[in-house]
């Protein structure tokens, strides 16, 4: 297989969304009832990528997985906390794909200057609570029966990873787009040159 990390383009959005329609048709994993427009989750990852990074894991030149940041929280006071999100081919599964994605997105995130992730997951998806607590992240809330989906009321378990650990006078945090491009494009080339796990 030949393996490639990169930033997501807007010509990627049909097949980012080809992946993300399946989790929001037939599972509980997102809270959407409907998928987005081609217009309406463009809107989305232009909104996104105007500041955080979106990344993506191409497999013999076909988007198999994705990872992006986003805000965490309105007040100014939380600028150094980011959400993450990740997806990833359900046939593709179990390769080590996810692993590499937040990698790469966590060193950028880093670099932006954030401190703290958070992630929030169906607390059904077990699968997706084992990776981040394999990956660094903790357990720290549970949201009880805070979403209906599908015919049943779900709980959320949140979780969160630090990113630094030295809680002095911080800087703000900068937009992924004006990181230097040839340390990005080391990551890239890092994150896209290890084996693929069996």
Known sequence: MNLLIRDALP????????????????SNYTFEYDVPTIEKFTER???FTAWYPWIVCEIDGKVRGYAYGSRAFER???QW?????IYIDKEFHGLGIAKRLYQVLHH???EQGYYNLYAGI???????????RSVGYSDIGLFHKTGYKRGEWLDVLWMEKQLRTNYGVPEAPVSYKSLDKGMTAEVFREGSREAIES
């Open 11 to 26: 010509e990627d959005i049909p097949e980012i969304l080809s992946i993300y329609s399946e989790y929001v048709l037939h």
């Open 108 to 110: 950028f995130l880093k």
């Open 122 to 132: 169906t607390a059904i998806n077990l699968p997706s609570i084992a990776f981040h």
């Open 76 to 78: 100014i006071a939380y």
């Open 45 to 47: 990852f232009m909104n």
């Open 81 to 85: 906390d980011a959400d993450v999100t």
